[in-house]
């Protein structure tokens, strides 16, 4: 049976966190998050740091989990794989349900929220209902939903951040990108580009005929000025402990079918059929990279500005890892145009290897994973684990 939530509650106490806490045998605690986005870089992370893990899998798509990455110990020692303990539910939402949320709290789990488990389960559910332990900054994930009154552009906005232009469709005048939900694919992307009100029009007529777009959605669409350059994922940390920001790592990503059009030739482009012209925006991959030395301090500059916005209005602000999507342009003009308030979806690429910028600095393997579970053994040797979790 289907769990309806409907908002009739206020955000969750931190105090009712700590509460719980004071419950937990923290000699022992789980890692545990929804299996999907990002999970394979949290539990490999947290078992390099001595800690177990917990999966929660969706019926049918579990096997990744509870079969090809699970934990193998021969006479109590671990020798291959990170994900300890699975539970299987017939769909991620079931997690909301007070026995599952009460199976979590017994086994004294502290619970990573990637984007996997805002969009199946729901943000209202996330901040109102789920009463067990976030590491990372609760209130703060509801920043992420595009259109939201106090959304991350909003936060930028306050920031003094840079991010492209929005421009309304009877006034574009250049390369734009149309931000909107895809249609069918829900949790994927309709965007599609334009450079005059007349292509705007033409194209979101075929998009709406094709089914990859709906009325509703073009509505809501978001318009906004294309940043013409590469695209850099920055991954950042910030910690609660240290009050330092670390800039971990930067990926980017591999979309289908935008990454196929590219590698064709423009003359095999301009030959393309009505259902194949438009490209779409559906990540399905990530790769690693670096900066240029010379913009790493103003990558630096966009954290700075960002965490101390979160703190200012989304208190305690941003807890752990945070990403700021951004493209920079000719004038190496950095443009942000998406953050993730939480962990990115493109760390795994630096799973088990580490990132350049956090291996560095932390002198060995240094995922995104691993530095959020080397905050929580931190906090809890300080006996300051209320500092990083909502």
């Known amino acids: 049976m289907g769990i309806v939530v409907l908002r009739c509650f206020d955000l969750i106490d ?3 966190i700590f509460e719980i806490l004071d419950e937990y045998d923290l000699s022992d605690p789980l890692i545990g998050l929804i299996a999907s986005h990002s999970a394979l870089d949290v539990c490999d992370g947290a078992v390099e740091e001595g800690f177990r893990t917990l999966a929660v899998c969706q019926e049918g798509r579990e096997r990744t989990y509870a079969n090809y990455f699970r934990s193998e110990h021969v006479d109590g020692k671990r020798i291959n794989g990170m994900i300890d303990e699975v539970t299987v539910l017939k769909g991620f939402k079931e997690i909301l349900d007070g026995k599952e949320q009460e199976m979590l709290r017994s086994k004294n789990v502290l619970f990573v929220p990637n984007r996997s488990f805002t969009s199946y389960c729901g943000i209202d559910a996330v901040e109102d209902i789920f009463s067990v332990p976030l590491v990372g900054s609760r209130n703060l994930l509801r920043s992420e939903e595009r259109g939201d009154k106090r959304d991350y552009y909003w936060l930028l906005e306050k920031g003094g951040l840079p991010y492209p232009e929005q421009i309304d469709a009877e006034d574009i005048d250049c390369l734009v990108m149309v931000k909107l939900p895809h249609a069918v694919k829900t949790l994927e992307r309709g965007f599609f580009t334009a450079a005059s009100y007349e292509e705007y029009y033409e194209k979101a007529d075929l998009l709406l005929k094709q089914g990859v777009i709906d009325q509703d959605g073009l509505e809501l669409a978001r318009i ?3 940043i ?5 994922n920055l991954d950042f940390f910030y910690s609660p402990l240290s009050r330092r920001i670390e800039l971990l790592g930067i990926d980017w990503r591999f979309e289908t079918s935008l990454d196929g059009h590219v590698r ?5 482009q301009l030959r393309l059929g009505e259902l194949q012209i438009n490209p779409e925006y559906t990540v399905c991959g990530h790769n690693s990279a670096t900066l240029r030395e010379s913009l790493l301090e103003k990558a630096f500059d966009l954290a700075e500005k960002y965490v101390a916005t979160t703190q200012e209005y989304y208190g305690p602000g941003i807890i752990g890892p945070f990403c700021l999507q951004t493209c920079v342009d000719k004038d190496l003009n950095f ?3 998406d953050v993730a308030p939480r962990i990115g979806g493109g760390t795994n690429v ?4 580490g990132h350049p910028y956090g291996n560095a600095l932390w002198r060995t393997s240094m995922s995104t994973g691993r530095r959020l579970a080397r905050e929580i053994r931190m906090a809890l040797d ?3 684990l209320e500092k990083i979790v909502t």
């Open 350 to 353: 630096h799973m088990a290897v």
């Open 335 to 337: 443009y942000i145009y």
């Open 382 to 384: 300080r006996d300051q």
């Open 224 to 226: 906004e000025r294309y």
């Open 228 to 232: 013409v350059g590469p695209v850099f």
């Open 264 to 268: 064709l030739p423009a003359p095999q």
């Open 14 to 16: 931190r105090s009712r």
